[in-house]
């Protein structure tokens, strides 16, 4: 069992700084605007996340954990603060450099995979790749690489319809990998899966964040998923708590 | 060779979709190449008419005839360089099923008026030296399987009897378009008969044919022969081949213009089919396009694969149509007969089919592919297929 690091919860980033954390959201506000009401959902985030750190957001279902990830994930806009990864304030990209941004930065890891039904395990794993300029054969060395590492090294020019829940799910993960991004989001990755398969996916989560150094941003409603990361999160009613 | 695959994938991801979409599009597109065909072969004598060419008719009416000895007289008009004469003739050949034009000329006068008509000199000289000869394009003989030597016996409805013509040529036309359902026979064979039986009803022509010298003086001397017969019993009419052309066209108008407005709504509901089709599949694909977005893809792309995949299906379809449109087309010529005689599928066809099929999938994927390009990822991701 991996060890619980309960971090700073709701601290601030005193500003800029050499440490400065990977994630870090200043004042993060975001509301909808439903029949002429505003709506909040996040209130004034303030949330660091450190270089090679595995955080669980946690939280009830409309708490804003998935709009969180979705933020600093950079495919959702927030309505005030700052969402600085790595540097870069997010919030302030265009539409075409927060996609750029993306593709270079960030794997995502979806409750129910979102591989592209009619491309292969290994055309699935080489999509990110289409947007770099590496060659085919360097694309190539690179997926094989990757789906040995989610061990479905047999499993490459299998449709996501010919493989089980978990396997699709290591296919997914092996995606999110494929561009060696800055960080990888996971947005209840073992939702779909059974106890024990929802297990091997947390082992290889961890796997990443502790072999390959991978800072993993996971939102999950599940304790015992939780519990495998570094730390927990808590968020309620859109307010980071203790 | 990663975008044509997805395309290709996607495009066949439903299969029977796919096939009865391209179904929709190959019907529609052979109905529209067919309907414009007709539309063309109502024109097709009026285009194939030659500008040096006018035809004199009875100014009251084209059933009324002219006095023979016009053709002296418009053979002096300046401008005018030959002179032929033509009656309908109207027999029919076994059956009425059995329909095509025969006309009664003056040969050599006619043959040399109308160059596109090609007989081998032999031909030709077998037909002049033959008063009950008479010469019969080369898809009328191929119809009926005739062949030079044999007897064609009509049955006179304008001028009652049995009459039997010696075919003693066939001719070819000079050019595609060149109308060779006809047959044409000695103006004198008939005249001689008619000044028999009824001697009131002799020499006339039905119209004047005259060649000139210059297709700018067209409406000049058109004037001067009218001018000439001013006053007389039989006044005439005279107007270039087209326009004479482009008053049988003219009858049937209203009919040519729904046919062509049928051939354009053809278009217009598969558009609206093809387009329900794309924003169907685009609605299912909503979570993918997401997906793709959320990993870097643009809007932009997005709309492409679309776009590709309706115009790939809307081609796919437009080439099985344009490939069906010729047998198609010949098994309609061959059941009409000789009624639409320059039933032929011209290139412009081809070209307007082709680009209906691609104008087809661009205004299908028009609306699905803005919409995708401009899905919000979170709202895409939640989206069931």
């Known amino acids: ?242 | 060779m990663f975008i044509p695959l997805l395309v290709l994938r996607n495009a066949f991801r439903h299969k029977l979709r796919t096939a009865l979409t391209i179904v929709g599009i190959v019907v529609a597109i052979v109905a529209f190449g067919l309907l414009r065909t007709i539309v063309d072969a109502w024109y097709a004598g009026a285009n194939s008419s030659s500008s040096v060419r006018l035809v004199t008719r009875s100014a009251v009416s084209l059933v009324f005839s002219m006095p023979l000895t016009y053709g002296q007289k418009i053979r002096q008009v300046e401008g005018v360089t030959g002179v032929a004469w033509a009656n309908w003739f109207g027999g029919i050949y076994i059956s009425e099923r059995n329909f095509f034009p025969q006309f009664a000329v003056s040969a050599p006068g006619y043959l040399d008026i109308y160059p596109e008509f090609v007989l081998t000199p032999e031909e030709r000289k077998a037909f002049l030296a033959d008063r009950s000869g008479a010469i019969a394009g080369r898809k009328l003989a191929d119809k009926f399987g005739w062949k030079i030597g044999d007897q064609i016996p009509l049955r006179g409805t304008i001028y009652p009897g049995t009459w039997t013509f010696n075919l003693r040529g066939i001719f070819d036309g000079a050019e595609p378009s060149t109308d060779t359902s006809g047959m044409y026979f000695h103006f004198e064979y008939l005249n001689e008969a008619i000044r028999r039986q009824y001697p009131r009803r002799a020499d006339q022509a039905g119209v004047f044919i005259e060649q000139l010298r210059d297709p700018d003086a067209a409406a000049a001397v058109s004037q001067a022969i009218d001018t000439t017969f001013r006053n007389s019993l039989s006044e005439t009419l005279t107007e270039t081949e087209k326009a004479f052309q482009l008053g049988f066209v003219a009858m049937s108008e209203a009919i040519l213009a729904a046919i062509q407005a049928v051939s354009f709504v053809v278009i217009v509901i598969i558009m609206a089919v093809m387009a329900n089709t794309m924003a169907m599949t685009a609605r299912e694909r909503y979570a993918e396009y997401a997906t793709f977005k959320a990993l870097g893809f643009g809007g932009g792309f997005v709309a492409a694969l679309i776009f590709a995949e309706s115009l790939g299906i809307a081609l796919l379809g437009g080439l099985i149509g344009v490939a069906l449109t010729f047998p198609l087309a010949n098994a309609f010529a061959s059941s009409v007969g000789a009624i639409l005689t320059g039933f032929r599928v011209t290139e412009e066809t081809l070209a307007l089919q082709i680009g209906a099929a691609l104008m087809v999938g661009v205004v299908a994927a028009a609306l699905p592919a803005w919409r995708a390009s401009r899905i919000r990822i979170v709202e895409g991701l939640r989206a069931i297929g």
Not at chain 1, 12 to 32: F, I, M, R
Not at chain 1, 81 to 100: F, Y
Not at chain 1, 103 to 131: D, K, M, R, S
């Open chain 1, 1 to 242: 069992m991996s060890a619980l690091r309960d971090g700073p919860v709701g601290e601030a980033p005193s500003g800029e700084s050499p440490n400065e954390p990977l994630v870090a959201t200043v004042g993060l506000t975001k509301h909808y605007v439903r029949g002429g009401q505003m709506i909040p959902v996040l209130v004034d985030i303030n949330l660091r996340v450190p270089e090679g750190d595995y955080v669980a957001l946690m939280g009830p279902s409309g708490s804003g954990k998935s709009t969180l990830l979705n933020l600093i994930a950079g495919i959702d806009k927030p309505s005030a603060g700052q969402i600085r990864v790595a540097g870069v304030d997010i919030a302030r990209l265009s539409e075409g450099d927060l996609a750029a941004w993306r593709a270079a930065n960030v794997g995502f890891i979806f409750q129910f995979y979102n591989l592209i039904p009619v491309l292969t395990a290994f055309q699935n794993i080489e999509l990110p790749l289409q947007l770099t300029s590496l060659s085919r054969s360097e694309r190539r060395e690179r997926v094989a690489t990757a789906l040995e590492l989610v061990g479905l090294a047999d499993r490459a020019t299998h449709r996501p319809n010919e493989l089980s829940g978990g396997q699709q799910q290591r296919v997914a993960i092996a995606r999110a990998l494929i561009t060696d991004p800055t960080l990888v989001v996971a947005d209840e990755p073992t939702g779909d899966l059974d106890r024990t398969t929802g297990g091997e996916i947390l082992g290889l989560l961890e796997r990443l964040n502790r072999e390959l150094g991978k800072t993993i941003v996971m939102v999950t409603h599940d304790p015992k998923a939780a519990e495998r990361a570094r730390r927990m999160v808590h968020l309620e009613k859109g307010v980071l708590v203790d």
